[in-house]
Structure formats: C-alpha cells, structure tokens
C-alpha cells in the first residue's frame, strides 16, 4: 500500500472514531481530499485506495490536474473550494461537479448562466465566514439566508449547504463553538424551507471538532497528502 493510501486509512479511522464519540453514522460524514499542490499521481494513488472526491483551491492548476486524469474523469468529483474571482467562472462552471466557496450572488448568477446543459447543475456551497478573523471570504452568518434564497432559485445550479473555514482555535471546545456558527446558519436556512444536506467543516488539524458539531463533510489535505510547501519560504 502506498503512503497516501495508509494516510486515507487512518483519516477514515479518525472520522469513524469522531463519529462515534458524537453518537453519528459514519456515513453520513463524506471525505473530500484536498490534493492542491500535489500533482496528478497522488490522486491516482489516493483513487486507487478508493478515493472520489477531491478538492481544489487554484482553477488554472486544477484544470490541468483534470485534464492529466481525464481517463478517470467519470471516477472522480472534483470540488473547487478556493476563493473564486469572477474571470474563473467559465472555468468552474465547465470543469467542476461541486463549488464550497460561493459568497456572491454575481458569482452565483455567472456560475448558473455559464453551466454547460449537457452537464448535471453544477452543487453549490455557501462560504459563511464565521469569525470576521483574517479569513475575509465568506458572507456574515446574518447575510447568508437572503443569499441562500436567492441561489437556490438559480436554474443551472443546485445549493447543498454551507461551507465555513473559523481560525484556529487553542482547543476542542472552542474550535467546536466556532463551527457551532455554520451548524446554526445551516439550521436556520433548513428551518426557512431552503432543502441543504452538506455541512462543510473541519480539515486536517480539526476534524473532530467540526464532527461533533455536525459536519457532513470534512476537507482532509495535509493529513491524507503530507505537508505542502509554505508560500512565504519561497522568497527567503
Ligand atoms: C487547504 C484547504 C483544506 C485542507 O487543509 P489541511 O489542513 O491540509 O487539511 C481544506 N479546506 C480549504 C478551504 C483549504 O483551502
């Protein structure tokens, strides 16, 4: 077995474990593998340890990376969950199954007119930023109920839930908290008619945490790929 195919094993303990400390099915938490700066082999390593859904932060790099395993094309999900600039939205909306990071009705309305028809309606996200800490993307929990009803009635897309990325926290139960926020802004929205069923929190280092409140799905990266290269080394 490779080392990413041990690393998916052991991050589906944890998410199996964290279910079970809060009392969940396990399947209702799916794993999305962040594979951004890791090129096309360790997907084909993490596909062939039965790995499908794979998340993306930058469009022009990921579009070669789907190009590079267009062979397992109709294998794979990919999720684009990086922050999107209105010039990638072509891009998105004719390469990806899935988009967490919406937080803009003009993004949204592109993303819906520049969907292909031939292909499924492109499953949305709302990015609700939680914290206003130094993660800036997402719309205020207060902001994400009129955006919620807006982009749900957008033809070529479908809204599945809500994705939040807190700060990090010094421990579980703060963590926990911080993630509480998305889990009540899903809630309120369900609770207004809206139809949401994925809960998009908690990567690497705080997957428990986002578990117990609720996630349906985690964002794993660094624990299923190892380590990526820290931007600001480069210039040293
Ligand atoms: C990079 C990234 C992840 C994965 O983070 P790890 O800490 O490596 O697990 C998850 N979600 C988003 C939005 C990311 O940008």
Same mark, same amino acid.
């Given at each position: $077995?490779?080392?990413?195919? %041990?690393?998916?094993?052991?991050?589906?303990?944890?998410?199996?474990?964290?279910?079970?400390?809060?009392?969940? %099915?396990?399947?209702?938490?799916?794993?999305?593998? @962040?594979?951004? /700066?890791?090129?096309?082999? #360790?997907?084909?390593?993490?596909?062939?340890?039965?790995?499908?859904?794979?998340?993306?932060?930058?469009?022009?790099?990921?579009?070669?990376?789907?190009?590079?395993?267009?062979?397992?094309?109709?294998? +794979?999900?990919?999720?684009?969950?990086?922050?999107?600039?209105?010039?990638?939205?072509?891009?998105?909306?004719?390469?990806?199954?899935?988009?967490?990071?919406?937080?803009?009705?003009?993004? #949204?309305?592109?993303?819906?007119?520049?969907?292909?028809?031939?292909?499924?309606?492109?499953?949305?996200?709302?990015? &609700?930023?939680?914290?206003?800490?130094?993660?800036?993307?997402?719309? /205020?929990?207060?902001?994400?109920?009129?955006?919620?009803?807006? @982009?749900?009635?957008?033809?070529?897309?479908?809204?599945?839930?809500?994705?939040?990325?807190?700060?990090?926290?010094? %421990?579980?139960?703060?963590?926990?908290? +911080?993630? $509480?926020?998305?889990? &009540?802004?899903?809630? %309120?929205?369900?609770?207004?008619?809206?139809? +949401?069923?994925? +809960?998009?929190?908690?990567?690497?280092?705080?997957?428990?945490?986002?578990?117990?409140?609720?996630?349906?799905?985690?964002? &794993?990266?660094?624990?299923?790929?190892?380590?990526?290269?820290?931007?600001?080394?480069?210039?040293?």
């Amino acid at each position: $077995m490779t080392t990413i195919g %041990d690393n998916l094993q052991q991050v589906r303990a944890r998410v199996a474990k964290a279910c079970k400390s809060a009392g969940r %099915d396990a399947a209702g938490v799916q794993l999305l593998a @962040v594979s951004k /700066t890791f090129g096309p082999e #360790a997907v084909r390593d993490a596909h062939a340890a039965g790995q499908r859904a794979f998340g993306e932060n930058y469009v022009q790099e990921a579009l070669s990376k789907i190009e590079a395993l267009a062979d397992l094309r109709t294998e +794979l999900e990919w999720h684009c969950i990086g922050p999107l600039q209105s010039n990638k939205t072509r891009a998105v909306a004719e390469h990806f199954d899935w988009v967490h990071s919406v937080d803009r009705l003009k993004i #949204a309305q592109r993303l819906s007119e520049q969907r292909p028809a031939e292909l499924p309606p492109l499953q949305v996200c709302l990015q &609700v930023n939680v914290d206003g800490g130094a993660n800036k993307s997402g719309v /205020t929990p207060a902001e994400a109920m009129a955006l919620a009803s807006a @982009v749900a009635e957008l033809p070529r897309l479908r809204l599945r839930g809500i994705m939040a990325i807190p700060e990090p926290a010094p %421990d579980f139960a703060a963590q926990r908290d +911080l993630f $509480m926020r998305a889990a &009540v802004v899903f809630d %309120d929205i369900r609770q207004a008619g809206v139809a +949401l069923d994925t +809960l998009s929190l908690g990567m690497s280092a705080d997957l428990e945490a986002a578990i117990s409140a609720g996630s349906t799905m985690v964002r &794993v990266g660094t624990a299923i790929f190892g380590g990526r290269p820290q931007p600001a080394a480069r210039s040293g």
